[in-house]
């Protein structure tokens, strides 16, 4: 059964897919059973948003493992149109600039031929059956509700309204501040998802994690990565929020 998670954040959803991440494509077996898990009922509406978001996950996803398994033929392919555009044109082009337009047009040609077998790729057989499957599964997916993401939800809108110099400090564990715990355990897979999601959307958050766990566990105040994550917060395309909330379930995880 392939997992996926549906969080409501005020305004705002966050939606962890078992499609999200393009280089587990290999993995994803057509006839698996897909679910949603959400704190409450979800309606068509939201229903139709996780089918978009899941949908264009797939083909990105069914796209990737085609191109990778046919790269080398690809490439043998293209490196032959260059060679042999380039010599016949060589001979049949009689130039006061030798080489230039041959390796234009053989260049264009490479590039023709590089992307016509691309797209004869992700159109391939397989590629259109896998994606239909795919789908087929997202289209007939179960809804459950589950009391941990109506916890998270609820760690996520008490962490809202607190400004980011000091959720920075807590996220640290600078200055005597800290992150509440999290009242429940979330599965491994959940914390994955999170740390992906995160790392895919809010990569500079994301490459500051492993020294945030470390100063975490450090009796140094660390200033200078709290003041590093303040200057972030400013930033409205930025999520500490997030951040705190893949940290606290690594932690929880890890001492539970």
Same mark, same amino acid.
């Given at each position: 059964?392939?997992?996926?998670?549906?969080?409501?954040?005020?305004? $705002? =959803? %966050?939606? +962890?897919?078992?499609?999200?991440?393009?280089?587990?494509?290999?993995?994803?077996?057509?006839?698996?059973? *897909?679910?949603?898990?959400?704190?409450?009922?979800?309606?068509?509406?939201?229903?139709?948003?996780?089918?978009?978001?899941?949908?264009?996950?797939?083909?990105?996803?069914?796209?990737?493992?085609?191109?990778?398994?046919?790269?080398?033929?690809?490439?043998?392919?293209?490196?032959?149109?260059?060679?042999?555009?380039?010599?016949?044109?060589?001979?049949?082009?009689?130039?006061?600039?030798?080489?230039?337009?041959?390796?234009?047009?053989?260049?264009?040609?490479?590039?023709?031929?590089?992307?016509?077998?691309?797209?004869?790729?992700?159109?391939?057989?397989?590629?259109?059956? $896998? =994606? %239909?499957? +795919?789908?087929?599964?997202?289209?007939?997916?179960?809804?459950?509700?589950?009391?941990?993401?109506?916890? *998270?939800?609820?760690?996520?809108?008490?962490?809202?309204?607190?400004?980011?110099?000091?959720?920075?400090?807590?996220?640290?564990?600078?200055?005597?501040?800290?992150?509440?715990?999290?009242?429940?355990?979330?599965?491994?897979?959940?914390?994955?998802?999170?740390?992906?999601?995160?790392?895919?959307?809010?990569?500079?958050?994301?490459?500051?994690?492993?020294?945030?766990?470390?100063?975490?566990?450090?009796?140094?105040?660390?200033?200078?990565?709290?003041?590093?994550?303040?200057?972030?917060?400013?930033?409205?395309?930025?999520?500490?929020?997030?951040?705190?909330?893949?940290?606290?379930?690594?932690?929880?995880?890890?001492?539970?």
């Amino acid at each position: 059964m392939k997992t996926g998670y549906f969080i409501q954040r005020d305004n $705002k =959803k %966050l939606i +962890l897919s078992p499609f999200m991440n393009p280089k587990e494509a290999p993995q994803w077996e057509m006839l698996e059973k *897909v679910q949603w898990v959400s704190s409450g009922m979800v309606d068509s509406d939201q229903i139709k948003d996780l089918d978009k978001i899941a949908y264009s996950q797939i083909e990105k996803g069914v796209n990737l493992e085609s191109q990778e398994e046919k790269y080398y033929s690809r490439l043998f392919i293209s490196a032959g149109v260059f060679i042999t555009v380039y010599f016949v044109m060589s001979f049949a082009i009689r130039d006061p600039i030798p080489i230039v337009d041959e390796i234009g047009l053989a260049s264009i040609a490479t590039w023709g031929t590089w992307r016509f077998l691309k797209r004869r790729n992700n159109q391939g057989e397989m590629a259109l059956k $896998k =994606k %239909l499957e +795919l789908k087929t599964r997202v289209s007939e997916a179960i809804s459950e509700i589950s009391p941990f993401i109506g916890t *998270v939800e609820t760690y996520l809108d008490g962490l809202k309204d607190i400004n980011s110099l000091t959720l920075a400090d807590m996220i640290i564990k600078c200055h005597g501040r800290d992150l509440e715990p999290l009242n429940e355990v979330p599965s491994r897979e959940f914390a994955d998802m999170l740390s992906y999601f995160l790392k895919v959307n809010f990569p500079k958050l994301y490459d500051k994690k492993e020294k945030i766990k470390e100063a975490r566990k450090d009796a140094d105040e660390n200033v200078r990565l709290s003041a590093y994550l303040v200057n972030l917060g400013q930033n409205k395309n930025q999520d500490l929020e997030l951040l705190a909330l893949s940290i606290i379930c690594d932690e929880t995880i890890i001492y539970s």
